[in-house]
């Protein structure tokens, strides 16, 4: 069935240096993927989104990796700051782009330690 | 502001009980969609709506839960003959189309069944 899962469940990194968060995804006819960042008590906030057809995407400190050979999507963060601690999600429509609902991953928590 | 908005913030009530809780998404995105979040757990997909279209409610757990959005804006979220299980986070999020578009959220809406 479908799912999207991530790898570790917690992830501790010292502040200054890159985090990498990984996910990885069953659906093979999923098209869109997306990452968000999620603080207590707040809604998930949107980092960064990547297209099938594309296999890498840059945005401010952040990077978005696909491999669709292994179905595997990963996010980094340059430089990690103490803010940037949260749980991350990754998401993905399933089958076709025209589908609205996403599948979300259990989810990571990064720890930034100072 | 400019976000989604989502009422109330926190809900308590008692088993049995109907609640609604009420989304107002980004001014002008046609895309609106219901999820929910337990504990320490992922986005469950619940409904969404496009423009005119029938809604997709494939996420909905039972009968006892339904959504509206009038004039296609507002949305709301009635749990009706609430149990325990419901207790949970329910977020809204909207776009600005369905499928590959960024979907952003509000900041949900606690939902405690005693």
């Known amino acids: 069935g479908e799912s999207v899962g991530l790898h570790l469940p917690t992830l501790s990194v010292q502040e200054g240096d890159n985090s990498i968060i990984n996910c990885a995804y069953s659906?093979?006819?999923?098209?869109?993927f997306i990452w968000y960042k999620q603080e207590s008590g707040k809604g998930p906030q949107f980092i960064i989104d990547i297209r099938s057809n594309m296999d890498k995407r840059q945005g401010q400190r952040v990077t978005v990796l696909l491999n669709k050979t292994v179905k595997h999507l990963s996010l980094q963060i340059a430089a990690t700051q103490p803010g940037d601690s949260a749980v991350y999600f990754c998401?993905?429509?399933?089958?076709?782009?025209?589908?609205?609902?996403?599948?979300f991953g259990q989810g990571t928590t990064l720890q930034v330690k100072p | 502001g400019a976000g989604v908005s989502q009422s109330p913030s926190n809900k308590v009530t008692e088993k049995g009980k109907d609640v609604e809780l009420r989304c107002d998404p980004i001014?002008?995105?046609?895309?609106l969609y219901w999820y929910r979040q337990s504990l320490g757990q992922g986005l469950e997909f619940l409904i969404y709506?496009?423009?005119?279209?029938?809604?997709?409610k494939s996420g909905l757990p039972s009968d006892r839960f339904s959504a509206e959005r009038t004039g296609g804006s507002v949305s709301t979220l009635t749990i009706q003959r609430t149990q325990q299980e419901d207790s949970a986070v329910y977020l809204c999020?909207?776009?600005?189309?369905?499928?590959?578009?960024?979907?952003?959220f509000g900041d949900g809406t606690r939902l405690s069944i005693l």
């Open positions: 999020a909207s776009s600005l189309g369905s499928g590959a578009a960024a979907q952003h």
């Open positions: 001014s002008g995105h046609t895309a």
């Open positions: 709506f496009q423009g005119n279209s029938a809604p997709d």
């Open positions: 659906n093979s006819a999923s098209d869109y």
């Open positions: 998401a993905e429509t399933p089958g076709s782009s025209n589908t609205g609902k996403l599948i």
